[in-house]
T-cell receptor, first 113, second 114 residues
């Protein structure tokens, strides 16, 4: 079993729709969590951090469920420009000076007009 | 607008040749990462450095890959000898606080080994 798993998709939704996807992680010692966005043939860029209490940034909401060991990303009122691959990232603090950083394989999202 | 830079952006080489990829992290960032991305494996962490010291290179094939930071403004990833299975996009990223939070990625080096 992979340490970080995502549904690869693709999720194909109409413009204006709400879409959500999850990312599960296997190590309960994981400390910090992020969502990155990667456009085709580009580098990943941070979309948002995921805080324990959940957090929102405009149309995007991220949540963490430690008990079930998953994080989620909700996109409301989706735009054509939201089409991308969304990568979840899990950091495990190994010891005082090192982290184990694991990227999920990504969920492809395609927004259609 | 501070950015991570990588050179070369594209590299085509023949099997057995040495390949060196370079990365200039954002000034002031103390942590540098090397990743490899392929369609099959996704984004894999190869190695990372904090304050120029290697912290974790467990994801890197040791027999042919090596990563160094000769100084705070330069990180290198070398493959010798290269093999077709090394064909991938290699990303460098840097972060300001030990790699525990946001990472800023460079544009990547697209490597093709024939």
């Amino acid at each position: 079993r992979k340490e970080v798993e995502q549904d690869p998709g693709p999720f194909n939704v109409p413009e204006g729709a709400t879409v959500a996807f999850n990312c599960t992680y296997s190590n309960s010692a994981s400390q910090s969590f992020f969502w990155y966005r990667q456009d085709c043939r580009k580098e990943p860029k941070l979309l948002m951090s995921v805080y324990s209490s959940g957090n929102e940034d405009g149309r995007f909401t991220a949540q963490l469920n430690r008990a079930s060991q998953y994080i989620s990303l909700l996109i409301r009122d989706s735009k054509l420009s939201d089409s991308a691959t969304y990568l979840c990232v899990v950091n495990q603090l190994l010891y005082s000076s090192a982290s184990k950083i694991i990227f999920g394989s990504g969920t492809r999202l395609s927004i259609r007009p | 607008d501070a950015r991570v830079t990588q050179t070369p952006r594209h590299k085509v080489t023949e099997m057995g040749q040495e390949v060196t990829m370079r990365c200039q992290p954002i000034l002031g960032h103390n942590t540098v990462f090397w990743y490899r991305q392929t369609m099959m494996q996704g984004l894999e962490l190869l190695a990372y450095f904090r304050n120029r010291a290697p912290l974790d290179d467990s994801g890197m094939p040791k027999d042919r890959f090596s990563a160094e930071m000769p100084d705070a403004t330069l990180a290198t990833l070398k493959i010798q000898p290269s093999e077709p299975r090394d064909s991938a996009v290699y990303f460098c990223a840097s972060g300001p606080d030990g790699g525990y939070n946001e990472q800023f990625f460079g544009p990547g080096t697209r490597l093709t080994v024939l």
